[in-house]
T-cell receptor, first 109, second 117 residues
Framework: GQNIDQPTEMTATEGAIVQINCTYQ??????LFWYQQHAGEAPTFLSY??LDGLEEKGRFSSFLSRSKGYSYLLLKELQMKDSASYLC??????????WGAGTKLIIKP | GAVVSQHPSRVICKSGTSVKIECRSL??????MFWYRQFPKQSLMLMAT?????????EQGVEKDKFLINHASLTLSTLTVTSAHPEDSSFYIC?????????????FGQGTRLTVV
């Protein structure tokens, strides 16, 4: 079956760095998304990786290893507004999005 | 980025009535739109894939006669929850992509919080 695993909840301190991991098992693979979702709001796009390696975009970076079925989202210089859920979603061979349950990130002062 | 507008953002309805939710792509033509449902503290669950000019494809377990989807134009898809019941209360989100083979990004509407009383 197809499966996405990511931690349920993480806590970090303002100004610090946090890494949110995601492992996936899908029928075929056509890339992986990371989305940010604040409570009561729709997800907003953060990144899309289809090739191995690290892609940096400001304070956020996303890494992909296709051979390991593994990705992570790295958030630097954490701000209180980064408190949100972070959703990992993989694209399978039918171009369907397989969603993880999301990681709730709590930022403490 | 592209804009997807979803309306209404919140709706409260009585049990047994129907509710229509609209999803519009404002600055691009969306050949495919997706409808998701999200229960509290859970991930997005795909309900159906809507293709312009054809019938929607529903995911297993989703009642197509209860959740009516219409995608009559390249910029508008609607989801109608018919004979709503309290268990239909949820957060409904649409997303759209410009082209069927474009997976660089999926654009989401703002979501609709449905409460059935």
């Amino acid at each position: 079956g197809q499966n996405i695993d990511q931690p349920t909840e993480m806590t970090a301190t303002e100004g610090a760095i946090v890494q949110i991991n995601c492992t996936y098992q899908t029928s075929g693979f056509n890339g992986l998304f990371w989305y940010q979702q604040h409570a009561g709001e729709a997800p907003t796009f953060l990144s899309y990786n289809v090739l191995d390696g690290l892609e940096e975009k400001g304070r956020f970076s996303s890494f992909l290893s296709r051979s390991k079925g593994y990705s992570y989202l790295l958030l630097k210089e954490l701000q209180m507004k980064d408190s949100a859920s972070y959703l990992c979603a993989a694209v399978d061979s039918n171009y369907q999005l397989i969603w993880g349950a999301g990681t709730k990130l709590i930022i403490k002062p | 980025g592209a804009v997807v507008s979803q309306h209404p953002s919140r709706v409260i309805c009585k049990s047994g009535t129907s509710v229509k939710i609209e999803c519009r792509s404002l600055d691009f033509q969306a050949t495919t739109m997706f409808w998701y449902r999200q229960f509290p503290k859970q991930s997005l669950m795909l309900m159906a894939t809507s293709n312009e000019g054809s019938k929607a494809t529903y995911e297993q377990g989703v009642e197509k006669d209860k959740f009516l989807i219409n995608h009559a134009s390249l910029t508008l898809s609607t989801l109608t929850v018919t004979s709503a019941h309290p268990e239909d209360s949820s957060f409904y989100i649409c997303s759209a992509r410009p082209h069927s083979n474009d997976w660089t990004e999926a654009f989401f509407g703002q979501g609709t919080r449905l409460t059935v009383v």
